[in-house]
C-alpha cells in the first residue's frame, strides 16, 4: 500500500483546518514577551515588537511610536485650576480621556476658581474665603469691584482687572468683560467728516474707550483741536475724518482715519471740508500761533531739522492744527502705537530747506524707564541705522535716501533748498486722487509730481500702566503758509510690552 495518497490527504486536512482557524480567529497582535502576553499594537514598552519603547511625547498606535501626548484610551484625573486651590470651596477635579491620536480630551467634571461672586455664601475663587472684598493682587481692583481675578483665578492676576484692555491672542479675560480676547472694538463708523468735536478724532484713530477723572478704567478723559501752542481755535479746512484718503490711503483700523493738514485736509473730491489746492491755501481766521512750548524749549528754543538742513527761521506756527487727548493708561499697558502716513507739496523742491513743515506726536507720560521717551516728548522721529541722530518725521525723511520717504518719484530733490537725489520711492499709489500726484514738470525735474509722501509709518511711545496721559498731534507750517502738509493719523493700539520709541516704517506682517 502506498503512503503517499495517505500524506497528501493528511496535508489537506490541516491545510482546511488552518483556513478554517484563521477565518474565525483571524490574526492576534498580542505576542509574548518576557513572560507576558502583551499586545504590541498598543504597548509603548514593547511597541511592534518586545523591547520596543517609545520615547517620551510619543504614543504606541498600530505598531509605531507617534508623536502623542498620551496612550489611546487611557483614563486618567485631572485639574487646570491654579496650583493649591483643588478641593478648595467648590473646586474640584475632573477625568480625562486620552483619544484617537494621542491627545487628552478637556477636563470633564472639574471646577475650577470664578471671580468671587461676594453674595452667594461661596468660595467662588477658591482661595479659601468666602465673599471676600479684598485686592490681594494690590492692582487696585476688589474682588466686589469686579476685579475677575485677585488671587487664584488666572496666572498672573495682577495684571487682570477692570482697568486693563483686553490683549489679543492671550486668551485671557484681561478687562474683565467676561469674554477673553474681545479687542476687536469698532467706533468710528458714521462719523461727520467735518466733526469738530475731539472725542469723535479720538475714535477716528481707533481709541474706543472713554473714561473720566475720577474712575479706574482706561479711556479717553477728554480731548481737544486747537492751534499748536494748545490755544485757540484751526481753520475748520485743516482737519477731517474720513474713509480714506485719495484711492489708496485706507484706514489701518475701523473704517475711518483722522486727517490734519497744514493746507486743506481734503482729497479731489472731497466735501465738507473741501479740496485746496496744496501750494497757496492759507488758513482762515486765527492761522498762526506759537510753538508747544515744552518742545521748543527741549530743543534750545529752535526747532529741530534733518541733519545738513536749515533749521526753520522764525518763532511762528503758521496755520497750525492740534489735536490733544487726555487719556488714562490700561492697567496692563506698558506701551502704545499709532499709524501715520505724512504727506507735502514740499517735495520734491523744498526739500532740506527752512520752509519745511513740522508734523509731531507729543507724549505727556510718567514713565521713566528704559528705553526711554525723547526728552522733547516727540515720537515723530526716525533715526537710522547705527546712528544716533534723530530726523524729524517730515519731508526731509525724502533727504539723503533714509527709506521712510517712498511714495513718490525718484529723481532729483531739494532744488530750491540742500540739492540732492531720492533713489527710494517705491510707488505713488497712496498719492493717487490726493492732489499730490498732479504732474509738475516746472520743479526739479521733468518727473516730477505736485508732492510725496512717506508711506504708512508705525509711531511708538512708553507709558506708565494706569497713569494718565497727555498725547498731542500736531502739524503745522513754518516760515512761510504756502507748499503745505498733510497728515493722517490711524490704528492706535496699546501694548503690554515696553516698546523702542519713535517711528518706523510700518511693515506688516
Known sequence: MSLRPLASSLVAVVLSFGSLMLGACGPTSNRSCSGSDID????????????????????CIDSRCLAGMCQPGKVEACYTGQEGTEDIGPCAGGMR???????????????TPAAE???????????????????????GFTTCAGDCCDSTECSKPELVNPGAFDAPGNMVDDDCSGVADDTALL???ALNSNSTSAMDFAKAIDICQTATATDKKWGVIDGKITLADGTGVPDKEGYSIRPKFGAGALPQGGVSLAIISSGGAAAKGDVLPGYHDWVSYTHTGT???????DFYAANGNTIPNAPGCSPPTGTTANDPVMLTFRVRVPTNAKSFKLYTNFYSAEFP???CSSFNDFFVVLLDSTYAGTPANPTDKNLAFYTP??????????VNLGHGNTGLFTQCVNGATGCNGMAGTISTCTGTNL???TGFDDPNSGSCDSGSLEGGATGWLETRGNVTPGEIITLRIAIWDTSDHSWDSLAIVDGFQWSTEVAQPGTDILIKK
Not at 45 to 54: F, M, P
Not at 97 to 111: A, L, R
Not at 385 to 394: D, E, L, N, Q
Open 385 to 394: 541705522a547705527g546712528s544716533m541722530t534723530k530726523v524729524p518725521v517730515g
Open 40 to 59: 504590541i499594537e498598543s504597548d509603548p514598552n514593547n511597541c511592534g515588537s518586545c523591547g520596543n519603547v517609545c520615547s517620551d511625547g510619543f504614543a
Open 431 to 433: 498719492l493717487t486722487g
Open 117 to 139: 461672586n461676594c453674595a452667594d455664601g461661596i468660595d467662588n475663587n477658591c482661595n479659601g474665603e468666602v465673599d471676600e472684598d479684598t485686592d490681594r493682587d494690590m492692582d
Open 187 to 189: 467706533c468710528d463708523q
Open 97 to 111: 480621556t486620552c483619544e484617537e491620536g494621542g491627545i487628552w480630551s478637556t477636563c470633564e467634571g472639574e471646577v
Open 349 to 351: 523742491e523744498w526739500t
Open 287 to 293: 492761522n498762526k500761533s506759537a510753538y508747544p512750548a
